[in-house]
């Protein structure tokens, strides 16, 4: 079983950028198809990204492509979420998830698609 922890939240102004971590361990990170969600306050938990566990696929949510940038060190077992030019209502809990994946090149898009979940980390985007 994986377990998750992110980091990298934090307070930023309109315009800044923040790069959130995701450390994984209790298995080989390979072996799992990686995705960002994100909770603001009153709405539902939305994917943000997703990479396949080789790395060599990966998706980014439509309204946030050319801001946001998903990518991964299996060696570090970590994942990264690179966001620039944030806006305000990037405000929300940003999640990390993991599938387990028999073959490297699969891509996750839906929560009940993740087996493991992190605890989440406070994005405040102020204007």
Same mark, same amino acid.
């Given at each position: @079983?994986?377990?998750?922890?992110?980091?990298?939240?934090?307070?930023?102004?309109?315009?800044?950028?923040?790069?959130?971590?995701?450390?994984?361990?209790?298995?080989?990170?390979?072996?799992?198809?990686?995705?960002?969600?994100? @909770?603001?306050?009153?709405?539902?938990?939305?994917?943000? /990204?997703?990479?396949?566990?080789?790395?060599?696929?990966?998706?980014?949510?439509?309204?946030?492509?050319?801001?946001?940038?998903?990518?991964?060190?299996?060696?570090?077992?970590?994942?990264?979420? @690179?966001?620039?030019?944030?806006?305000?209502?990037?405000?929300?809990?940003?999640?990390? /998830? /993991?599938?387990?994946?028999?073959?490297?090149?699969?891509?996750?898009?839906?929560?009940?698609?993740?087996?493991?979940?992190?605890?989440?980390? @406070?994005?405040?985007?102020?204007?």
């Amino acid at each position: @079983q994986v377990q998750l922890v992110e980091s990298g939240g934090g307070l930023v102004q309109a315009g800044g950028s923040l790069r959130l971590s995701c450390a994984a361990s209790g298995g080989a990170l390979s072996s799992y198809a990686m995705g960002w969600f994100r @909770q603001a306050p009153g709405k539902e938990r939305d994917i943000v /990204a997703s990479i396949s566990g080789n790395g060599g696929l990966s998706h980014i949510a439509d309204s946030l492509k050319g801001r946001f940038t998903i990518s991964r060190d299996n060696a570090k077992s970590t994942v990264y979420l @690179q966001m620039n030019s944030l806006k305000p209502e990037d405000t929300a809990v940003y999640y990390c /998830a /993991a599938r387990r994946t028999p073959a490297g090149w699969v891509l996750a898009f839906r929560e009940y698609e993740y087996e493991y979940w992190g605890q989440g980390t @406070q994005v405040t985007v102020s204007s």
